[in-house]
């Protein structure tokens, strides 16, 4: 399948898509509470569908009706086949932590993206636990197989590869019979993401100290049953919001800044460019306005790389967008694929270990583009198609449904002109 893009203008309102941060998180937490829990308005994409089975191999009961899940969990047991985490790391990260708990073996495995990806450091704590966790490929990639009990209490782990290592300790610690310290050794990035885990943990009544040098966790807590509803995700938004920015006026409502998602950063990044942004309390409207390059840290939101790349590309002067090198072990080597893309376009871009270095403002061109089954730069190479000259050809054309399953849907309503070809 592969997505024809034409040029055009975008106007119009569309609702926010679910977080999938949030989804993944509370369907676990679900899965480990002492009862049944309500989800609302939870994400049903392919990433999320993935957990969600998983949660039903590890014991849970799910009922899905509409976007909301009721989860009945408690009494986890050992699945009896892998579990396949499909194009999800969310998945396979955070339920390796689960595994952990459990006196019998899991193999946990995904798609070919998944077993590229690198587990090291999460293998490497949770052995330093007592857990035998062993990868069946080598530099620590799956499939994984994971045995228990977890009696460890202390574990060291870099913060600077991946957040979700940090999540998967954090998540599954309460559970324990002894008390956890979670020691990092290296700063944490994408530290918001821990944050939404801690929150949400908090929600089902788990507590977590935060200290100097990371986390502690008592042992010996019950998770229990939770009623909520899952915001708005921003890295979804950040789609239609930077293509306002660049051809129209889009209103995506849904939105809450009081949420710990880092990627509501788009906000003020799209305003430090020139975009006019307009903040409501359940909504945010973006127009266009001439825009002018900047310098964006991107060590707490590295899912806007690509777009962002996209909103420089289009705009006056040098950006520079760093402090991201960790997005080469995404579904794709996430920035070098951006960079391509961005050329493939007609874009003066020079690629760095950390980021990117965009001289615009580029007239861009339509090319044909592959990305490499990632979703995000799908649909970043959807959004630089609309300002470009010309048709643009995107291969792999439902891949964004791992993370945004209505962005076609969501883009044509706003105008755009995309059409998808067998």
């Not at 965009?358 to 649909?379: K, Q, S, T, W, Y």
Request: glycine share 10%; proline share 5%; aromatic share 4%.
């Amino acid at each position: 399948m592969r997505l024809r893009v034409m040029p055009g203008d975008v106007e119009g309102a569309i609702p926010a898509s679910p977080s999938k941060s949030y989804s993944h998180r509370v369907m676990i937490l679900a899965m480990m509470a002492h009862g049944t829990s309500v989800l609302k308005r939870v994400l049903l994409s392919d990433d999320t569908l993935s957990t969600l089975n998983a949660v039903r191999q590890f014991g849970a009961k799910v009922l899905v009706k509409g976007d909301t899940c009721r989860i009945k969990g408690g009494h986890m047991e050992c699945p009896d086949d892998p579990v396949d985490a499909g194009n999800s790391g969310t998945t396979i990260r955070l339920l390796t932590g689960v595994a952990s708990l459990l006196p019998c073996t899991t193999v946990l495995t995904g798609d070919s993206s998944i077993r590229r990806r690198p587990m090291g450091p999460l293998i490497d704590a949770l052995q330093e636990m007592g857990v035998t966790c062993i990868p069946t490929q080598a530099e620590g990639r799956a499939p994984l197989m994971v045995r228990g009990p977890n009696y460890g209490r202390r574990a060291h782990i870099r913060g600077d590869v991946s957040s979700q290592f940090i999540s998967s300790l954090l998540i599954c610690s309460p559970l324990k019979d002894v008390d956890t310290e979670i020691v990092l050794t290296s700063p944490l990035i994408s530290s918001p993401y821990v944050d939404i885990t801690v929150e949400l943990m908090e929600q089902f009544g788990g507590e977590v100290e935060i200290t100097e040098e990371g986390f502690k966790v008592s042992g010996g807590q019950i998770y229990m049953p939770a009623t909520l509803e899952v915001p708005g995700d921003f890295s979804s938004a950040a789609f239609p919001l930077v293509t306002a920015a660049l051809r129209g006026r889009v209103t995506v409502t849904g939105l809450t800044e009081k949420t710990k998602q880092g990627d509501k950063a788009i906000l003020d990044i799209l305003e430090s460019f020139g975009a006019i942004v307009k903040r409501r309390e359940r909504e945010i409207e973006v127009c266009p306005s001439d825009l002018h390059g900047q310098e964006v840290d991107l060590s707490s939101c590295p899912d806007l790389f690509p777009v962002v790349a996209v909103l420089a590309a289009c705009s006056t002067g040098r950006s520079v967008l760093c402090n991201a090198s960790h997005l080469r072990h995404k579904e794709s080597d996430r920035i070098r694929t951006t960079v391509d893309m961005l050329r493939k376009m007609g874009a003066k871009v020079e690629e760095r270990e950390d980021g990117c270095i965009v001289e615009g403002p580029n007239r861009l061109r339509g090319a044909i583009i592959d990305p490499h089954g990632d979703h995000r730069i799908l649909m970043a190479a959807s959004v630089a198609a609309l300002v470009a000259e010309g048709e643009t050809i995107i291969g792999d054309g439902d891949c964004y449904a791992v993370s945004y399953p209505s962005f076609v849907q969501d883009m044509v309503t706003l105008g755009a002109r995309i059409e998808v070809m067998e």
